[in-house]
C-alpha cells in the first residue's frame, strides 16, 4: 500500500446526505438566538475601561490559561480530566472542518500522511483521552461527589451526552472499518478495535444497517447538543475565553473602580445594571467548579460566605431578565447583607478561579450599597469607619498618637528632612498598636544602620483609606487619598518605603488615579536591595526554623512573593519551612477587608485556622511582613500553641536581630 494513497470515503452508508445539512441551519439559528440574548443582557451593563486594550498581552493570557489550561491544572483530578476534554473536543471539531473542507468544497486535504498521521492517529487517541476525562468527570460527580460542586440535572446530562456522543463516535468509526475492510482501519486504534469485538457476531449486512441507523442518531444528539448548548453551563466554553480575554492585567489590588461622586445616582450596586459589562460577563462564565468557595478562608471556617454562590445568584437574575424590579442584597441566601461583610478582601477566590472572575470587586461594590446608601454594616465595622472619620485611623480605643514610636529614635519631619532619600510611612497598624510599634522601630533602626536618609510625617500622616474602600466607604477613601496626596506634594516626597502591604497596595496601585506621583516599596523589598548592594550586612544569623506566612495584600494582590525569602535566607541558617498554602495561594490572616475590627465567634476564625496550620510543622518561629498579619497570628497562635514555643516575628525584627548596633 502506498501512504500517499491513503483517505476514506465520507459520508459512507449514508444516503440523502444533504438533510444533514438542512437540520444544521435550525441548530445554528437556536444557538446563535441563545449566544445573542446572553450579549444582550451583558451590554446592559456600565461600561469598563481598559478591558479589550494591549492585545498581544491578552492574546498571549488566553492562550495560557484557555488553551493550555494553566489556571485550570492547578487542581489536579478536575483540571486533567478538563483539560482531556477540552483538547480531545478540540481535536474533534478541528477533524470536522477538515471533513467539511475535503467533502463539502472539493479541496483534497483528508490524503496521505497528514489523513493516517492526524486524522486517523492523532484525532483517534485525543478522543479516547476526551471519553476517559468524560468517564473522570462522571465519577467524581456521581462517587465521589466533593461538597463544592454544584449538584444539578443539567451538568449530569452534559456528561451523559458527551459520553454517547463518544461512545457512539468509534462505534460508527469501527463498523466502517469493518464493513468497508479499510486498508488503513489500524491508523486509528481505538475504531479499529471497536470494530474487531463486533466483526465475530454480526455480518456485513448487519453492521450497515446499524451504521446508519447510528449515524443519524449521533448527527441529531450532536446538533441537539449545540443548540441547546448556549442555554446551559455549556456556553462557558465561549464565555470563559471572552472572560479571560477581558481580565484584569493589573494586580487585583488596583482592581476596585472609583466612583464618580458628581454624576452617579446610586453609590454601590444593588442592580445588576450596575455592575459594568465585565461583571455581567463574568457571570456567565462561571463554570459552577466551586474553587472559589474551596480556597475562601471564611467559608473554610464555617462562616456563610459563598463567593460562587453570590455569582450564581447574581447570574440567576441576569437570566430571569430582572431590571432592578429586585433589589439584589438580601434576595438571596448567598446576597445576604451579613455574609457579604464576611469578607476579608484576601481575593483567594479571584486567585483560584480558572476563567478570572472577580468576585471580590463585586462584593465590594455591594458593600458599598449597604453602607453609603443603607448605612446598614455591621456596627464594630462603623466604629473603625467613625474612628477614622474623626480621629484618621480605625484605632478607635488607641492610646498612641502617630509620633509615639519615633520618640527617642531621632528621625527628621518630612518638612525638616532635605535630601531624604525615602519617607518611611507607619501606617495606622503599626505606629498605633503597641506591639506593632516595635516592627516600625526596626525598619527606622535597619534604615539607619544602612545610611539611609529619611523622614516621617508623625502627626500628618492619616489613614490611606484601605480599611474604609474595602469595607464599602468610597467617599472617605477617596477623600483621604486626595488629602494625602495633597500632603505628599507639599513634601515633596518622591518615595515611601512602608512595612504595611495594604498602605503599599493603596499607594501603588489606587492613588495614582488620583495623581500621585511618587514610587512606593514594600520593607522586604527595599531591605533586600540593601542587603545586595552592600549596605546592610548581616553579622549573625540565626539557627531559628521560620515558617513565612505570605500577607494576601503583599503575594497575592501584588505578586511579591519572592522578596520575603529572600530576606529570611539571609536572616536564618535553616531554610524556610514553607507551609502547605503559600505564595500566591496564602491563606489569610482574617485581618483584612476591616475584619480586624470585627469580634468573630471563637470557632469560626480565620487566623486561628492559619495558626493551627503552622503549629503542624516545626518552626520555632512564624515570620510576617504586616502589621494586620502580626497581630492576627499573635492571636491565633497563643489561642491554639499550648505549651509549645513559637514566637511571631516581623521581617524587619528578624533582620534587625541579624544585624546588631556597633
Known amino acids: 500500500m502506498n501512504p500517499s494513497e491513503a483517505t476514506r470515503e465520507v459520508l459512507w452508508n449514508i444516503s440523502n446526505g ?25 451590554k446592559q451593563g456600565l461600561p469598563a475601561d481598559g478591558r479589550l486594550d494591549q492585545p498581544m498581552r491578552r492574546l498571549k493570557y488566553l492562550w495560557n490559561h484557555a488553551l493550555l489550561q494553566r489556571r485550570n491544572l492547578r487542581q489536579k483530578y478536575a483540571g ?80 451523559i451526552i458527551f459520553a454517547v456522543l463518544m461512545v457512539t463516535g468509534y462505534l460508527l468509526e469501527g463498523w466502517r472499518i469493518v464493513a468497508t475492510n479499510d ?30 441507523l447510528f449515524w443519524w442518531f449521533h448527527l441529531i444528539l450532536a446538533f441537539g447538543f449545540i443548540a441547546w448548548a448556549p442555554f ?41 445594571k450596575q455592575f459594568t459589562w465585565k461583571d455581567l460577563l463574568d457571570l456567565d462564565a462561571c463554570t459552577e467548579c466551586g474553587r472559589c468557595t474551596d480556597a475562601c478562608p471564611a467559608n473554610t471556617v464555617g462562616k456563610d460566605l459563598s463567593p460562587r454562590d453570590i455569582i450564581l445568584d447574581l447570574r440567576g437574575w441576569l437570566h430571569k431578565g430582572s431590571n432592578g424590579e429586585v433589589g439584589l442584597i438580601g434576595s438571596t441566601d448567598a446576597l445576604q447583607s451579613d455574609r457579604l461583610f464576611e469578607c476579608t478582601s484576601c481575593a483567594a477566590c479571584v486567585e483560584a478561579c480558572p476563567v478570572s472572575i472577580e468576585q471580590l470587586p463585586k462584593i465590594v461594590d455591594m458593600r458599598r450599597f449597604q453602607v453609603m446608601e443603607e448605612a ?53 497598624g503599626a505606629s498605633l498598636v503597641e506591639r506593632n510599634q516595635n516592627s516600625i522601630r526596626s525598619l527606622a533602626k535597619l534604615l539607619k544602620k544602612a545610611g539611609v536618609k529619611f523622614s516621617v510625617l508623625g502627626r500628618e500622616e492619616k489613614c490611606t483609606g484601605d480599611v474604609a474602600r474595602r469595607i464599602g466607604n468610597e467617599f472617605l477613601f477617596e477623600s483621604l487619598a486626595k488629602e494625602n496626596i495633597n500632603t505628599f506634594k507639599k513634601h515633596k516626597v518622591k518615595k515611601i518605603v512602608t512595612a504595611c502591604p495594604h498602605c503599599f497596595n493603596t499607594f501603588r496601585n489606587e492613588y495614582p488615579e488620583f495623581g500621585a506621583d511618587f514610587e512606593t516599596y514594600h ?46 535566607n539571609n ?92
Open 18 to 42: 444533504w438533510i444533514m445539512y438542512v437540520l444544521l441551519v435550525p441548530t445554528m439559528a437556536i444557538a446563535s438566538y441563545g449566544v445573542w440574548i446572553r450579549y444582550k443582557s451583558w
Open 523 to 568: 520593607h522586604s523589598e527595599f531591605l533586600g536591595g540593601l542587603l545586595k548592594e552592600g549596605r546592610l550586612k548581616i553579622t549573625e544569623a540565626s539557627e531559628r526554623r521560620i515558617a513565612l506566612h505570605d500577607p494576601c495584600y503583599l503575594s497575592r494582590h501584588n505578586g511579591m512573593t519572592d522578596e520575603p525569602r529572600e530576606l529570611l
Open 183 to 212: 486498508p488503513w482501519g489500524a491508523w486509528s486504534p481505538v475504531g479499529y478495535t471497536t470494530g474487531a469485538l463486533f466483526a465475530p457476531f454480526f455480518n456485513i449486512e448487519t453492521l450497515e444497517v446499524f451504521h446508519v
Open 571 to 662: 536572616v536564618s541558617k535553616s531554610p524556610i519551612t514553607e507551609l502547605p498554602r503559600n505564595r500566591k495561594n496564602s491563606f489569610c490572616c482574617g485581618g483584612g477587608g476591616g475584619m480586624s475590627f470585627v469580634d468573630e465567634p471563637s470557632d469560626k476564625r480565620v487566623n486561628h485556622e492559619r495558626a493551627k496550620e503552622i503549629l503542624a510543622t516545626e518552626a520555632d518561629t512564624v515570620a510576617v511582613g504586616c502589621p494586620f498579619c502580626t497581630t492576627m497570628m499573635e492571636d491565633g497562635i497563643n489561642a491554639n500553641k499550648g505549651d509549645r514555643k513559637i514566637e511571631v516575628k516581623e521581617l524587619a525584627e528578624l533582620l534587625n536581630e541579624a544585624i546588631p548596633d556597633e
Open 376 to 428: 446598614e454594616f455591621p456596627e464594630t465595622m462603623q466604629g473603625a469607619v467613625n474612628s477614622i472619620e474623626e480621629r484618621q485611623h480605625p484605632y478607635s480605643g488607641s492610646q498612641f498618637s502617630r509620633a509615639d514610636w519615633v520618640k527617642e529614635l531621632d528621625i527628621p519631619h518630612a518638612s525638616e528632612a532635605e535630601g531624604a532619600e525615602v519617607l518611611v510611612w507607619a501606617g495606622c
Open 80 to 159: 486533567i480530566f478538563h483539560a482531556m476534554i477540552f483538547w480531545g473536543f478540540i481535536a474533534l471539531t478541528i477533524a470536522t472542518i477538515v471533513v467539511m473542507i475535503d467533502h463539502d468544497f472539493g479541496v483534497p486535504i483528508m490524503r496521505g500522511a497528514f489523513y493516517l498521521y492526524f486524522q486517523s492517529l492523532f484525532v483517534d487517541l485525543l478522543g479516547l483521552i476526551a471519553l476517559i476525562g468524560v468517564v473522570m468527570a462522571g465519577y467524581r460527580r456521581w462517587k465521589s461527589k466533593p461538597e463544592k460542586l454544584v449538584y444539578t440535572d443539567e451538568a449530569s446530562w452534559i456528561i
Open 232 to 272: 446551559t453551563k455549556m456556553l462557558h466554553p465561549l464565555t470563559s475565553a471572552l472572560n479571560i480575554y477581558a481580565s484584569n492585567l493589573e494586580p487585583v489590588g488596583g482592581s476596585l473602580k472609583s466612583i464618580d461622586f458628581d454624576t452617579a445616582e446610586i453609590f454601590g450596586v444593588n442592580d445588576l
